[in-house]
């Protein structure tokens, strides 16, 4: 290339990036400009976010109703259940910093396209969100859509929503951060891991069915302690996979749904799994039916001073004074029948090898697969 020619294409390079980024710039400043400054959906929540008492939040996949209780927030209709607080801020702040950005359609048949159709009608994606003060004074209600990428370089980003009873449809300056799940919004309630599981024990009108123990640790094998009626003549072993698989319901545990203990019959005559742990940990699972559900209430108790003190000390706040509808996969296993915990001793004597940790059975589930939608009707 002779110089002439290569400075020729420097030049016309050098034009072409300054063209670029004035085209950006440009682009820049008409977001900028398009974009209101003062606007805002909701200028008295705006102004006071904590002002704010009561929440409704109805997505596709749950509904919650949450109530303020002091420096903290409640499930209303979960029993009075906490529920995290910095989700809570994190909702309020988004929807409170919603601002108008660009009118979008009128016409109801296109709402589906960007999720902002009636929440709760058939086939519907819309979320529905909605704030009163302590007064029941309403602060803000709105129908939040499809996630929008078209507002180019501004950080907030965008969001497809429109206002209860109104026709138009907003591309809005930023985003509601709203749970995918409902386990998102709580914290496990337990989590003891498999290899600290120890003795396992089942009470059922009062009385111990069955027990059985890890007696050599090296192994971890579960070892029948005792059995009241298995169904099985001759010589039974512990069958361990089972026995281990009964460890689902306090494992990484979360749930479908919360009452206060009170609203549940809790008898003597439950069934009680007790798990015993290396830490000196107690923690039994007393089960209850009632109108078709069965709940779960945990209890955990440890020696002063032992290792598994500060573990059952937070079971105990998370779970006390609370029953918990499990997911099926949760509960399946602690309802196991006696007889599937043992087996047949093998006729050469050999003992099967250990079934592993229990973590290994644990099903792989979406969890939203396991959410229920509690609608009105059902509080």
């Known amino acids: 290339m002779t110089p002439k020619a290569f400075y020729t294409l420097a030049a016309v390079t050098g034009v072409a990036i300054v063209a670029t980024g004035a085209a950006i710039a440009s682009q820049y400043n008409a977001y900028s400009i398009q974009r209101p400054t003062d606007a805002s959906f909701f200028p008295a929540l705006r102004e006071d976010r904590s002002a704010v008492a009561r929440l409704v939040i109805d997505t596709p996949r749950y509904d919650l109703e949450l109530a303020r209780d002091g420096d903290r927030w409640v499930v209303a209709n979960q029993g009075g259940y906490p529920v995290n607080s910095t989700q809570v801020m994190n909702l309020i702040d988004g929807l409170a910093a919603l601002r108008p950005f660009e009118a979008k359609t009128t016409n109801p048949e296109l709402y589906p ?18 704030a009163e003060n302590a007064a029941g004074e309403p602060l803000a209600a709105m129908i939040v859509g499809k996630i ?14 429109r206002k209860p009873g109104e026709d138009q449809v907003w591309l809005a300056e930023g985003r509601v951060g709203i749970p995918l799940t409902f386990t998102d919004w709580f914290q496990q309630i337990v989590h003891v891991s498999g290899p600290d599981l120890r003795r396992i024990t089942i009470r059922e009108g009062g009385e111990v069915v069955f027990e059985a123990a890890k007696v050599d640790l090296t192994l971890g094998r ?20 089972n026995v281990k698989q009964m460890g689902q319901g306090v494992v990484s545990t979360t749930f479908d749904q919360a009452r206060a203990e009170s609203e549940i019959a809790f008898a003597d005559t439950d069934r009680i799994v007790i798990f015993e742990t290396a830490k000196e940990m107690t923690l039994s699972v ?12 945990y209890i955990a108790t440890a020696p002063e001073g032992s290792e598994g003190a500060a573990q059952a000390a937070q079971i105990t706040e998370r779970t006390g004074g609370y029953a918990f509808k499990l997911p099926a996969y949760r509960l399946t296993p602690l309802q196991r029948t006696v007889a599937s915990l043992v087996e047949p001793k093998p006729a050469d004597g050999a003992v099967p090898q250990p079934g592993g940790d229990m973590n290994q059975f644990i099903l792989q589930q979406d969890p939203a697969a396991a959410i229920p939608l509690i609608r009105p009707e059902q509080r």
């Open 113 to 130: 396209e960007v999720w902002v159709e009636e929440p709760g009608s058939e086939g519907a994606a819309a979320s529905y969100l909605e």
């Open 148 to 161: 929008s990428n078209s507002i180019g370089f501004n950080p907030l980003g965008g969001t497809f929503v």
């Open 222 to 241: 579960y070892e029948l302690v005792s059995v009241k009626d298995p169904g099985i003549e001759g010589e039974i072993i512990a069958s361990d996979t």
């Open 286 to 297: 007393q089960l209850h039916e009632q109108d078709g559900v069965v709940w779960a209430k």
